[in-house]
């Protein structure tokens, strides 16, 4: 028997598309705005490097032009050389996150003293 997450493909498709389509949706529906947004930021549950479908989801907001400015959160760890050079040609600012590495902490700590 397949998991929940097969059975949700088997019916709708990947997942990654479903929300590649949403997000379409929502950029699309911000142009609908008296002004342009002040910012647009990919962060939130799980890894946006995660998502097939990123680099075609950036490329598309960078071209409606809906902010003012367009930024990424990520831990970096799916970063590689023809995703970064679709971000760093649509994106304002990538935000590297390392929060909750106590083990960097410990390193930046006694390297410092």
Known sequence: MGSVFDTFTECHGSLSANIAAIFKKLVDDCLKFDNKLKLLR???TGDATLNKE???MVQYA???D???K???ITNGILL???TMKVLTDSLSRIIIS???LSDLREI???SSI
Do not use: K, W, Y
């Open 42 to 44: 990919i962060c939130g």
């Open 54 to 56: 990123l680099p075609a």
């Open 62 to 64: 960078n071209s409606r």
């Open 66 to 68: 809906v902010s003012e």
């Open 70 to 72: 367009f930024e990424m």
């Open 80 to 82: 590689n050389e023809p």
């Open 98 to 100: 390392i929060e909750g």
């Open 108 to 110: 930046l700590s006694i």
